[in-house]
């Protein structure tokens, strides 16, 4: 179950609180009686295992595949007429 974080808007109290998702929020301050907030936190995010960078997404086989494809296009022609005519 997760455990929420609330402050009071009166006194000022922080205190944690475990309840399930489906339980509603807290609206009153158990020591003062005063009105709840719900405090939001950073959520530390941990990525494990394969598949969550670019070098995982792709098998050596394309690579070496894109790789010599991308060697054997001819580049287009970008001489000019005058080049041309001089080496004629």
Do not use: I
């Amino acid at each position: 179950m997760p455990t929420y974080s609330y402050q009071c808007k009166e006194c000022g109290e922080a205190f944690d609180a475990v309840q399930s998702f489906s339980d509603d929020s807290l609206t009153e301050c158990p020591h003062c009686g005063g009105p709840l907030r719900k405090l939001f936190n950073s959520v530390g995010v941990v990525f494990k295992g394969s598949g969550f960078y670019r070098t995982d997404s792709r098998s050596s086989k394309a690579d070496t595949a894109a790789t010599s494809e991308k060697k054997s296009e001819k580049k287009p022609d970008t001489s000019t007429k005058a080049d041309k005519a001089t080496s004629s």
